[in-house]
């Protein structure tokens, strides 16, 4: 069965997320944001394996100890394919803006629109979604969603930012609003909900 533990990581509260097999504990790390350290003591204090490292996008507070990451645990890191150059790139993602001398990722894994990945132990299914960046993008999982900065408890990712574009995210949204009502929402901060309590409270997903 999957669960889902969820890590605070850094100065903006980025959901960092391991989602992972109970028995085995076989796992994939989403956004790991900027504090590495307690990413790392928190996964080993879990006895979780992690077979992967995914960004949901590319800005600086979700990706910035990606590579710190990586190393512990050799594992190699995963994005949609129209965001690796931003993930590459401290300009474009922030980190040189925010962070002296922050360190980006360089994806290994490159996803695109509709995939299905296969771990060891789940399979998730890939959706663009951009708006908040190019290249974002939701991982569906069976009975819950990781939606990054796209959708959050109550409202929407910010599209004010170079990249985005309201047109392009409340398209993203009509995507999510396809999942079954009872699906998991876990975003990229805040708390969780669930696609029917969107459907309901969420202005932005309003019928």
Do not use: W
């Amino acid at each position: 069965m999957l669960k889902v533990k969820k890590i605070i990581s850094g100065q903006i509260e980025v959901n960092c997320y391991v989602v992972y097999d109970g028995d085995s504990k076989k796992s994939v790390v989403i956004d790991p944001g900027e504090d590495g350290d307690k990413v790392i003591k928190e996964i080993k204090a879990g006895g979780f394996i992690p077979e992967m490292l995914i960004n949901t996008h590319g800005h600086y507070d979700h990706m910035l100890s990606d590579i710190l990451v990586q190393k512990e645990f050799n594992i190699p890191l995963a994005a949609y394919e129209d965001e690796a150059d931003m993930i590459k790139d401290p300009l474009k993602n922030a980190s040189a803006l925010f962070v002296p001398g922050g360190v980006s990722g360089n994806p290994e894994i490159l996803f695109s629109d509709g995939e299905e990945v296969r771990l060891s132990f789940a399979t998730f299914k890939v959706l663009h979604t951009p708006g908040h960046t190019p290249g974002g993008m939701c991982l569906v999982f069976d009975g819950f969603v990781m939606t990054g900065d796209t959708l959050f408890a109550g409202t929407i990712g910010r599209t004010d930012l170079p990249g985005g574009s309201y047109e392009d995210i409340m398209r993203s949204l009509s995507k999510l609003k396809k999942l079954p009502p009872e699906t998991i929402v876990y975003p990229g901060h805040g708390s969780q909900t669930t696609i029917a309590n969107e459907l309901r409270h969420n202005p932005y997903l309003g019928n």
